[in-house]
């Protein structure tokens, strides 16, 4: 019996961005909406692949943040994946996404 489970690093992954969805579509509580923001209020191309602004970081440790590597991981998902509304469809996305990634299937 084969489990499919993702390795840790992948979990973690899966649960920030699982996070940064609900917090797009307000489904998140406002503190952790707060901290995220929509790339530029004009309408450009990365506007409408709703992506959002990576602060800048200094060290290591800020990169950890979530208001840091929330939106870097959500940038670095297809545009697909990312336009879908539908939460359950999205966790079963993004499980294959990352199910991919790290098994090269």
């Given at each position: 019996?084969?489990?499919?489970?993702?390795?840790?690093?992948?979990?973690?992954?899966?649960?920030?961005?699982?996070?940064?969805?609900?917090?797009?579509?307000?489904?998140?509580?406002?503190?952790?909406?707060?901290?995220?923001?929509?790339r530029a209020t004009r309408v450009l191309r990365s506007t409408t692949n709703n992506d959002f602004?990576?602060?800048?970081?200094?060290?290591r440790y800020g990169d950890r943040m979530f208001s840091v590597a929330g939106p870097r991981l959500w940038n670095s998902l297809p545009a697909e994946m990312k336009k879908n509304g539908c939460l359950v469809t999205f966790k079963r996305l993004l499980k294959t996404h990352l199910f991919r990634a790290v098994y090269e299937v």
């Open positions: 019996m084969k489990l499919h489970w993702l390795p840790v690093k992948q979990r973690v992954q899966y649960s920030i961005l699982l996070l940064v969805f609900r917090a797009q579509h307000r489904l998140a509580p406002p503190y952790i909406t707060d901290l995220l923001e929509q602004y990576v602060p800048p970081s200094r060290s």
